[in-house]
């Protein structure tokens, strides 16, 4: 089933010049961008964004890091697409990754680890209406 889902490539992927290769990845793993955009989240951006995680001990620390530097805001779409998307990222530690996966190819650690992508439906469909509001 032909479904979307929201990614971004975290700030130090940017930073480190990684974007055009994960977009490449991208396209040739069958998925289609139907949304793009670079752009600076504000702290209050990213507090709406990670809300879901507010309570954890770790919710400074994603603030701070997503803010840290321009990120890639994507829609993506592919047959059972937030599935794919997930496995094609791999584990949230670069370390326990897959291999070919592009948290093993551009993360540096379980705080730096390249990307992000929605984990449900229901997410997907927040997160891309938080950023792609035509695209929901």
């Given amino acids: 089933m032909m479904e979307k889902t929201f990614a971004i490539i975290k700030p130090h992927a940017v930073a480190s010049k990684h974007t055009g290769d994960i977009i490449s990845l991208i396209e040739k793993n069958g998925f289609e961008i139907v949304g793009m955009e670079k752009l600076q989240l504000s702290k209050k951006q990213a507090e709406h964004f990670y809300a879901i995680h507010n309570e954890k001990p770790f919710f400074g620390a994603l603030v701070d890091n997503i803010i840290a530097g321009p990120v890639l805001v994507m829609v993506l779409q592919k047959d059972d697409a937030i ?36 984990d449900s439906s229901e997410n997907a469909l927040l997160e891309i209406r938080q950023f792609f509001p035509n695209l929901a």
Avoid: E, V, Y
Avoid at 87 to 109: C, E
């Fill in 83 to 118: 599935k794919a998307w997930r496995d094609f990222m791999g584990a949230t530690d670069p370390l326990k990754a897959t291999p070919g996966t592009l948290r093993k190819i551009f993360g540096q650690s379980i705080d730096f680890n390249a990307t992000h992508g929605s």
